[in-house]
């Protein structure tokens, strides 16, 4: 039986040789586990291998977790969709919102955050494959809604994110992550706090990171297959 342990391990050597492999610099493309749906057992192995940063797509059971584990320094990035009605619970507890899609969001989130906390870091979501059944701005409504996020004291605004298209269409999903790549590129030169690029999963990883990805985020090839809920 692979372990935990083990696809950690496996994981951080892949993104290391593909790193290798583009002449990327090292420790530029950060690991997020995303530990959805898994139980605290299987976070405590990732824990015990260095792991740090987590994903969770439910609120109250991320923040179940966050609370959990409140005497390690941990990371926990919120990705999921995110309803006006929970943006409370997320502003009080996450340390990262990836999946910012309107200025309402943004505002509430600001006023949510407790002033005695770090800012939340935010990342905005870009539908980049324009597929209506996802979340995300398109590409040209980003300079603006970053520009409004910028001015607001307890949001830092980090960078973007995207979910990479469904299948296998090597040419389309390449052409969608470089254009992520030139947003990234255009939003760091606007925005000094930025520097994330949130991108690639368990089966895109590699054209993520070809494509300047800094952050993947890594669930089923980590904690094994999900139960669908
Ligand atoms: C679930 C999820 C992941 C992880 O997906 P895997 O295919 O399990 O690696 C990454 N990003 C987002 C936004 C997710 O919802």
């Given at each position: 039986m692979t372990t935990i342990t083990e696809r950690l391990n496996s994981a951080i050597n892949s993104i290391a040789s593909i790193q290798k492999k583009y002449s990327i610099a090292k420790d530029t493309v950060g690991l997020l586990a995303v530990s959805k749906t898994k139980p605290i057992a299987d976070i405590e192995q990732a824990i015990a291998q260095g792991q740090r940063c987590f994903g969770e797509n439910y609120v109250q059971e991320g923040v179940e977790k966050i609370q959990h584990f409140d005497n390690l320094e941990?990371?926990?990035?919120?990705?999921?969709?995110?309803?006006?009605?929970?943006?409370?619970?997320?502003?009080?507890?996450?340390?990262?919102?990836?999946?910012?899609?309107?200025?309402?969001?943004?505002?509430?989130?600001?006023?949510?955050?407790?002033?005695?906390?770090?800012?939340?870091?935010?990342?905005?979501?870009?539908?980049?494959?324009?597929?209506?059944?996802?979340?995300?701005?398109?590409?040209?409504?980003?300079?603006?809604?970053?520009?409004?996020?910028?001015?607001?004291?307890?949001?830092?605004?980090?960078?973007?994110?995207?979910?990479?298209?469904?299948?296998?269409?090597?040419?389309?999903?390449?052409?969608?992550?470089?254009?992520?790549?030139?947003?990234?590129?255009?939003?760091?030169?606007?925005?000094?706090?930025?520097?994330?690029?949130s991108m690639g999963m368990s089966n895109d990883l590699e054209l993520a990171i070809k494509h300047g990805s800094t952050l993947v985020r890594i669930g089923s090839a980590i904690f094994g297959q999900r139960q669908t809920k």
């Open positions: 941990l990371n926990w990035h919120f990705i999921g969709p995110l309803q006006s009605n929970k943006s409370r619970a997320v502003a009080e507890h996450f340390d990262w919102v990836h999946t910012i899609d309107r200025l309402k969001i943004a505002n509430r989130l600001n006023s949510q955050r407790p002033t005695h906390m770090k800012p939340l870091n935010v990342c905005i979501q870009i539908n980049i494959s324009d597929e209506s059944s996802k979340s995300g701005i398109a590409p040209g409504e980003l300079m603006s809604l970053a520009q409004q996020i910028s001015t607001m004291p307890m949001l830092t605004l980090r960078g973007i994110m995207t979910i990479g298209g469904k299948g296998n269409d090597i040419e389309k999903i390449t052409n969608e992550f470089s254009q992520m790549n030139q947003l990234f590129e255009h939003l760091k030169q606007e925005f000094a706090t930025v520097d994330t690029l």
